[in-house]
């Protein structure tokens, strides 16, 4: 099995932007794709980026995701920070049977 | 919209079976485009994948290695749900526990969760 490894914490001012990232550990990051979770405390995750960069209905335009071979991981970038954004969020992949999740970034809006 | 909705005990004796259920609405178990996950989280282990059950013409499971040996999840599609239970329990395997739908087939991506439910391991 391979890991995910993401940052403890990041931080930033509202208004600007912050990337996460997430680490693959052995395997090709492009093989299969990479999801990425908001959590507020006290509640159940939600799907923020699903494949790579897909945002469901509802996410705003101010996230979005990459992948990027050359360093084997994954990003999450949000936009014009607002302090709802601060929140716990986690990458998750997978390989064979096998579901994956990084161990979570918080974020906290300055 | 899928909804589901967990029950169970909120306190396990060591060495126990912890038991939970995760009912559906909005979907069947019976989906041939979703799969029926457990995850749990813990401040030492973050989240973490326990396992599914799906159907695909007939029932299939797939278990994390960590504790394959102690992990059952059965569907109960006399109730459109499905179950979790997780033998020989000990105080590391006190998490706050989430099903979740892959709504997508399975090795996709966790659409829908339930509330979560904290379970304690003590005695």
């Known amino acids: 099995n391979f890991m995910l490894t993401q940052p403890h914490s990041v931080s930033e001012s509202q208004g600007k932007t912050v990337t996460i990232s997430c680490t693959r550990s052995?395997?090709?990051?492009?093989?299969?794709?990479v999801q990425w979770y908001q959590q507020r405390p006290g509640s159940s995750p939600t799907t923020v980026i699903y494949?790579?960069?897909?945002?469901p209905s509802g996410v705003p335009d101010r996230f979005s995701g990459s992948i990027d071979s050359s360093s084997n991981s994954a990003s999450l970038t949000i936009s014009g920070l607002k302090t709802e954004d601060e929140a716990d969020y986690y990458c998750q992949s997978y390989d064979n049977s096998n579901q994956v999740f990084g161990g979570g970034t918080k974020l906290t809006v300055l | 919209q899928v909804q589901l909705q967990q029950s169970g005990p909120g306190l396990v004796k060591p060495s126990q079976t912890l038991s939970l259920t995760c009912a559906i609405s909005g979907d069947s178990v019976f989906s041939n485009s979703a799969a029926w996950n457990w995850i749990r989280q813990s401040p030492s282990r973050g989240l973490e994948w326990l396992g599914r059950?799906?159907?695909?013409?007939?029932?299939?499971?797939d278990y994390a290695v960590s504790v394959k040996s102690r992990i059952t999840i059965n569907p109960d599609t006399s109730k459109n749900q499905f179950s979790l239970q997780l033998n020989s329990v000990t105080p590391e395997d006190t998490a706050v526990y989430y099903c979740a739908r892959e709504g997508n087939g399975y090795n996709s991506w966790f659409d829908s969760w339930g509330q979560g439910t904290l379970v304690t391991v003590s005695s």
């Open positions: 494949e790579n960069n897909q945002r």
């Open positions: 052995s395997g090709n990051i492009a093989s299969n794709y």
């Open positions: 059950t799906y159907y695909r013409s007939k029932w299939y499971n």
